[in-house]
């Protein structure tokens, strides 16, 4: 898209907002010509022209937003970038002790399945790699033809630690012109939704939201770093999504990706097999598959990894028994670079005095297959790493291993229940079926609302307990509870149903819910026969006009009250003040014009006619707290600093941060409103200014702003999390510090962290803990024979695990 069409993106909400409020304010002429007349509308058409001021005030404001980021924007973009990139990765290399004390030699050479590589004169000459100097592997990388390169393998063959060694070797020696490698983990790319450039941008925007600065940056500069090929995509992990999508995501990439723009795909053989035989290779990409480790080499790192000591010599008759049987089932067994690690993990990193003794995996009386050995080292590896914390790391968190076992157990359930291994903080509510449904979530969430609408009744005087008249007030208490319950009942369902968050989800999801409240008060008004059908129908059209702009103003601030797909970001700072307060002041005089006409037009078309100056007085007071907390909230939502990495941590203070402000001014804004109301009321009519803040008034603000704050909430991330984690601690499957353990299982090697998500280490270590085997997925369709044969110059992979 260039970069016209990319303004016209980012300005369409906008235009959207303009549009809606000039038809918010022509519809309210509408409903004047209906209920008043010709003339009062006629006359009330006179304050419209603040509509065009709105206008202007809001294209001035988004019009420094069209202008793009700058070359030299986009250049300290691409260093920022490439310094969070290493700075994430090498921690997580260190977590993983993929340095300590090497990177496990795997030679990594041409796959033998036929037909899944280009043609070798586009691919280059034949690869035979050998994965333990990064540095090394970022040379041989760049030595392919198209740097272009798919990584394939078996589980546990280390597709995933060859793709960080790979990013890493290429980010401690650039070279000029090199783009930048972002390792993504492909978890959560759905190539039915968004295209792959739009799925990049929205996950390095979220992962590395110090490139979402547009004052350092510019508006665009991820967009540009995409287009410009700036970047080089590492996607890890095509066979974690379902297999039904696999060549769909292949297709996707040669249709975003042309032959010529660098890439990296990992994937397993199988899986990778099939998704080529669907929809033809990855154009221009070289194919690599591992050889088997050598059991010398890994005996050898294993040794290295031991404390010295007399504990060597398990390790030398460990040794020497791989050397008597080198098909043995412990050889085929260290033949995975995954049961290497956890080897490491359970008998390696043993605490000083165990008796952890590695020489009895080569006893065949009690380990007579791989397999055997494989199921001992997954069901010996979380009790272990426990133990040995809570023995030599007096420090730190105890964890019972039993209970963390039970724990991660069912985390890994909860994840093989979800078509992704990612354990998205924000999307915990999934594993609560009263949570995920929408219906049941709406229920649920109407209890508060319902709260909202019984606090809405004065409480009882002194008088009316003595005289018996607390059946009346509980009675509407019910009735104003049970009509705050469905309208937000129904707004989060519609809410739920529409495709998107923006303007005119906004606009429908408000529409909806004043309707229900209108058609609700209009039942109540015919039924208890208090000024007949024509009373019910006006108030029920005021109403709908009324609610509907109150409730599109909290919607616009907070979103539809559903959990987020992403959470979001907040800072609180004064970074750049000087150039974002003219937006933020012109977005808060934009929003204090537009109450001006809706609340005069509210005001005459229900027959009441306070002083104009009390009307603009109030309007502009009114609009200006708003828009001073709209404009507030937006500062708030931005980049923290240069060095910002997103962590579930970071994202879940951050997002907490949003949903309480939220939740305070949304609070404050729906309270504020109810008070405007009754400035004007008492301006028209006696008693006057005396009831604006009476004893019967006050149970109605504060009515009207905890259901706007239920709906503020209701639209964050952190409320969902926060009550799917306490039901899930008060069952006992997690538990309650759920994040403290989530670091503490990172820590120790049983997580790993992709941005702001947990993952498992591996696949088979979540199947292990849940209980379900590691079978081989099913084929959706038998495997056709390979329409081109592999070309005769291949290297083929060594059967010799030791062959040089």
Request: some cysteine.
């Amino acid at each position: 898209m260039d970069h016209a069409g990319k303004a016209v993106v980012r300005l369409r909400w906008h235009r959207v907002l303009v549009g809606g409020s000039s038809g918010v304010l022509v519809a309210g002429l509408g409903l004047m010509c209906l209920l008043k007349g010709v003339a009062e509308a006629a006359n009330a058409a006179t304050v419209l022209g603040s509509a065009g001021v709105v206008a202007l005030l809001v294209e001035w404001a988004r019009r420094r937003s069209r202008t793009h980021s700058t070359s030299d924007q986009v250049d300290e973009a691409a260093r920022a970038l490439a310094r969070l990139v290493g700075r994430q990765w090498e921690e997580e290399a260190v977590l993983r002790q993929l340095f300590d004390p090497a990177p496990l030699p795997v030679t990594w050479s041409d796959c033998s399945e036929a037909g899944v590589a280009d043609h070798r004169e586009l691919v280059g000459a034949p690869i035979s790699w050998c994965a333990d100097e990064p540095e090394s592997l970022a040379g041989d990388f760049r030595g392919l033809r198209r740097r272009r390169l798919v990584a394939v393998g078996p589980a546990g063959s280390g597709k995933s630690t060859f793709a960080v060694l790979l990013t890493l070797g290429l980010l401690r020696s650039p070279e000029e012109g090199d783009p930048v490698p972002v390792l993504l983990s492909l978890a959560s790319f759905d190539p039915g939704r968004e295209a792959p450039a739009e799925w990049l941008r929205r996950r390095i925007t979220s992962d590395y939201p110090a490139l979402a600065d547009g004052e350092v940056y510019g508006p665009s500069v991820v967009r540009d770093l995409l287009a410009d090929g700036r970047i080089l995509p590492v996607l890890d992990g095509l066979d974690e999504l379902p297999a039904s999508g696999h060549g769909a995501v292949v297709a996707a990439l040669n249709r975003a990706y042309p032959a010529g723009a660098p890439l990296v795909l990992t994937c397993r053989t199988e899986s990778y097999v099939d998704a080529v035989a669907e929809t033809g290779v990855l154009a221009g990409a070289a194919v690599v598959a591992p050889a088997p480790v050598c059991p010398a080499d890994a005996v050898a790192l294993l040794r290295l990894a031991a404390p010295p000591g007399r504990g060597q010599e398990s390790w030398t008759v460990l040794a020497d028994g791989l050397a008597r049987d080198p098909g043995g089932p412990a050889a085929r067994a260290l033949a995975s670079p995954l049961m290497v690690a956890l080897v490491r993990s359970v008998y390696a990193d043993a605490a000083p005095g165990s008796r952890a003794d590695p020489a009895k995996l080569t006893d065949l009386s009690r380990f007579p297959t791989a397999a055997a050995i494989e199921q001992h080292l997954l069901d010996r590896f979380v009790p272990t790493v426990y133990g040995r914390a809570s023995s030599t790391e007096p420090g730190a968190r105890r964890w019972d291993p039993e209970r963390a076992r039970r724990h991660l157990g069912h985390l890994a359930r909860c994840l093989n229940q979800q078509p992704t291994p990612d354990l998205a903080w924000w999307r915990l509510y999934d594993a609560v079926p009263a949570l995920a449904a929408t219906w049941s979530r709406a229920l649920l969430w109407s209890l508060p609302a319902a709260l909202s609408g019984a606090l809405r009744v004065p409480r009882a005087s002194a008088a009316e307990l003595s005289d018996g008249l607390t059946d009346n007030k509980l009675l509407l208490a019910l009735e104003f509870g049970s009509i705050f319950a469905i309208t937000f009942f129904v707004m989060q369902c519609v809410a739920a149903a529409l495709p998107g968050r923006d303007t005119v989800a906004a606009w429908v999801t408000a529409l909806c819910g004043t309707l229900t409240t209108s058609v609700v008060i209009f039942a109540w008004y015919v039924t208890v026969g208090q000024g007949g059908f024509a009373v019910a129908a006006r108030t029920s059209l005021l109403d709908t006009f009324g609610g509907t702009f109150a409730f599109f103003v909290v919607l616009l601030i907070t979103g539809p009250p559903v959990p987020p797909r992403s959470p979001s970001r907040a800072a609180f700072n004064v970074r750049h003040w000087r150039r974002r307060l003219p937006g933020a002041v012109a977005r808060a005089v934009g929003v204090a014009l537009l109450f001006v006409p809706v609340l005069h037009i509210y005001w005459l078309a229900e027959g009441r006619n306070p002083p104009s100056a009390a009307v603009v007085g109030v309007s502009l007071l009114i609009g200006l707290s708003v828009g001073t907390g709209l404009a507030a909230l937006q500062w708030t939502r931005s980049a923290v600093t240069v060095q910002d990495i997103a962590s579930p941590r970071s994202s879940i203070r951050d997002d907490r941060r949003v949903a309480l402000a939220q939740g305070v001014y949304v609070a404050l804004v729906t309270s504020v409103l109810a008070a405007a109301v009754n400035v004007l009321y008492a301006a028209s009519e006696p008693p006057g200014f005396a009831t604006v803040l009476g004893e019967a008034t006050r149970p109605r603000y504060v009515s009207l702003g905890l259901f706007g704050a239920t709906l503020a909430l209701a639209a964050s991330a952190w409320p969902h999390y926060l009550t799917a984690r306490l039901v899930l601690a008060a069952r006992g499957g997690l538990p309650w510090r759920l994040q403290a353990f989530l670091a503490d299982a990172r820590r120790l090697g049983v997580l790993r962290q992709v941005g702001p998500v947990h993952q498992f280490r591996h696949a088979r270590i979540q199947h292990h803990l849940a209980g379900v085997p590691d079978l081989p997925r099913p084929r959706s369709r038998p495997r056709p024979e390979p329409s081109r044969p592999e070309s005769s110059d291949s290297v083929p992979a060594p059967t010799d695990p030791c062959a040089p």
